[in-house]
């Protein structure tokens, strides 16, 4: 089936640095998501991307549906302490719109 | 605002107690919904899709006697875990999505641990 590869796993990062991390599969997408999850909490939408080429943003993140449609990335500029947390791709595929498979995740932790 | 409630927030029970967990969809009629469970460190596992007035869907290898969906309304699906046991201690989230399409919008999940 299809599937989500999500890198990197985790992120060591100093506060105010730039933060990148993406998915990819190999087969097409329709659309991309972009989920944050902290400790104890459900996943919250961050950007949803519908478009091949899209590039979207939200404050601080930036998220783009790749040309391919096999891909999406998301950047995290000038990180703050509250954007620890994990990080979850997910798309629906491509023989039901309504379910979603997810990618395993990325956790980013800042250095103090 | 919060587009999806879930409730409780934490249950911890005896072996053998059956738990219901609530999940709301606030902004709008949910003819579907979705829970998942979610195992420490990784992601999300779709466990069942709930159809308003309908029986739920499950995945492979979730038991439908194990855990009971109803879905009464537009805005109310439940999850009962029957005669849990420890090996079922995990946290729940459900989401809802508008009319079936994407995105789906997760509740603040359900933490269950059973002694």
């Known amino acids: 089936g299809q599937q989500l590869n999500q890198s990197p796993q985790s992120m060591f990062i100093q506060e105010g640095e730039d933060v990148s991390m993406n998915c990819t599969s190999s087969s097409i997408f329709n659309t991309w998501l972009w989920y944050k999850q902290d400790p104890g909490e459900g996943p919250v939408l961050l950007i949803a991307l519908y478009k091949a080429g899209e590039l979207t943003s939200n404050g601080r993140l930036t998220a783009q549906f790749g040309i391919t449609r096999k891909d999406s ?40 | ?36 469970r979610q195992f420490p460190k990784q992601s999300l596992m779709l466990m069942a899709t709930s159809n308003e007035g309908s029986k739920a869907t ?9 855990f009971l969906i109803n879905h009464a309304s537009l805005t109310l699906s439940t999850l009962t875990v029957t005669s849990a046991h420890p090996e079922d201690s995990s946290f729940y989230i459900c ?7 994407q995105p789906q919008h997760f509740g603040d999940g359900t933490r269950l641990s059973i002694l």
Not at chain 1, 77 to 106: E, H, K, R
């Open chain 1, 73 to 112: 990335f998301l950047n995290i500029s000038a990180s703050i302490p509250s954007d620890v947390g994990i990080y979850f791709c997910a798309g629906p595929p491509m023989d039901s719109n309504y379910q979603l498979i997810w990618g395993a995740g990325t956790k980013l932790i800042i250095k103090p």
């Open chain 2, 1 to 36: 605002g919060a587009v999806v409630s879930q409730h409780p927030s934490r249950v911890i029970c005896k072996s053998g107690t059956s738990v219901k967990i609530e999940c709301r969809s606030l902004d709008f009629q949910a003819t579907t919904m979705f829970w998942y």
């Open chain 2, 58 to 66: 499950y995945e492979q290898g979730v038991e439908k006697d194990k």
């Open chain 2, 95 to 101: 989401s809802v999505s508008d009319r079936g399409n």
